[in-house]
């Protein structure tokens, strides 16, 4: 008899598998494939070759592939293995109220362990099916999808065509459908500090004008947002007169959403002369930032060596051409290095047999909307166009202190994905 779903969630979740850290769960997962003698791929790679990182010192990480069946089409399900970076305590998994806490369990360890849990359970019945499924273990979706252009690398190497894809991110314990996503675009900005404040001032101050060039045509994509989400140094500040705000962290793709406050925003709106800031190291550079400490009126940091990130989530309009990036990166000095830590376009897909037969899993009518966050979906649309996000767990709790999954959802993911399967091999998706 294989671990319980919650059991497998908590261990998950206390290995600490930030992006380019993801080997430890990697190989969790593989011991408990072997036990069960599943056949999988271990595929172990440097993540400094898909990726335009300066970093040489990256340690190698892996995904892992389950292909299981045969036949001319493909499902594909989703889940990657790595967290955004959090304090300590938060790789402490507990129970509380009926719900498990710690990082990673709404996005997306929780889904980790339904696809595993499901394999554990399933594998010896399905293994022959004449549908072919493929269970991927994806490393580093948070911080530059290394991962799944290293999968889509071994998808093309392995000629299989006519793929369908869910990625099983959080969408509210499957009551809701992603059917697309918003672009994104991550900038890494280097340089001076004095000229990273004056350029993260001129972005506040024209946002609003910027962000209005591209309005909501009420096609689901919304409106665009690009938020400034942190500063950081290497040098450790010792200064009396620093001071700080305090904000109200979210995932930077939903700004205005649960009482977010972007705590680096309004100390740039509130305070002149800012020469020194840096944000909290408890978020990613995805999420706003929850603290701001900062000096006013002291030249001597104006030299100071730092680093900081923008957070850019497009529409289709300011998408074309990579108009609103180009509007953003205008404001930035001259000075200043700037590079794309990620890119994706905007995409939605049409495919109502791929949509119903996840509906049809859970036995309920579910809402169908376009993602706010990004995802790894736009890496797989030179394979496919048949791509929905559809998964356990919380949006507005991810990466947050308080991130959690409710019990009663988590047990129920491995029949859901059960539901999946058995519908597909019985009905497929044409």
């Known amino acids: 008899m294989s671990k319980e779903i919650l059991d497998i969630t908590k261990e998950i979740i206390s290995i600490k598998s930030t992006s380019y850290h993801e080997l430890e769960v990697a190989s969790y997962i593989s011991s408990l494939l072997h036990k069960e003698n599943i056949p999988h791929v271990f595929d172990e790679f440097n993540p400094r070759d898909y990726t335009n990182s300066k970093l040489t010192d990256l340690p190698k990480t892996a995904n892992i592939y389950v292909e299981l069946g045969s036949g001319n089409e493909t499902l594909m399900l989703y889940a990657h293995t790595d967290v955004v970076d959090a304090k300590q305590d938060l790789f402490k998994p507990f129970v509380k109220d009926g719900k498990l806490y710690g990082r990673g369990a709404s996005d997306m360890k929780s889904s980790v362990a339904g696809l595993l849990h499901f394999l554990l359970n399933n594998y010896e019945k399905i293994k022959n099916s004449n549908k072919k499924i493929i269970f991927c273990f994806i490393a580093d979706e948070e911080t530059s999808a290394t991962g799944i252009k290293r999968c889509v690398e071994w998808l093309k190497s392995k000629n299989i065509n006519n793929i369908s894809c869910i990625l099983m991110e959080p969408t509210d314990n499957f009551t809701k459908l992603e059917n697309g996503g918003k672009g994104y675009c991550f900038l890494d900005i280097e340089g001076d500090m004095s000229d990273i404040i004056a350029s993260f001032k001129r972005i506040k101050q024209s946002k609003d004008q910027i962000l209005a060039k591209y ?60 020469s020194y800031i840096i944000t909290s190291d408890s978020e990613g550079p995805n999420t706003l930032p929850g603290k701001a400490f900062f000096i006013t009126n002291d030249s001597k940091y104006n030299n100071l060596y730092c680093k900081a990130h923008i957070d850019i989530r497009t529409n289709l309009a300011a998408d074309k051409k990579d108009a609103l990036i180009q509007d953003i990166t205008n404001f930035i000095s001259k000075n200043l290095k700037i590079s794309i830590r990620d890119r994706g376009k905007a995409f939605k897909t049409t495919d109502e047999q791929l949509i119903a037969l996840c509906e049809k899993a859970t036995g309920q009518k579910i809402k169908i909307l376009l993602a706010t966050g990004g995802s790894d979906a736009p890496y797989l649309l030179e394979l496919t166009d048949k791509i929905v996000i559809f998964g356990p767990g919380t949006k507005k709790v991810i990466h947050t202190e308080g991130e959690f999954i409710e019990i009663t959802a988590l047990e129920k993911t491995p029949q859901i994905i059960k539901n999946i399967v058995n519908e597909y091999i019985q009905g497929g998706i044409k």
């Open 215 to 274: 309005p909501d045509k009420m096609d689901g994509f919304n409106t665009p947002t690009a938020e400034l989400t942190k500063i950081s140094c290497s040098e450790i500040i010792k200064d009396a007169n620093i001071k700080f705000v305090e904000g109200k962290p979210n995932h930077a793709s939903r700004p205005y959403e649960n009482g977010a406050i972007n705590a680096l925003e309004l100390v740039i709106k509130q305070n002149e002369n800012i």
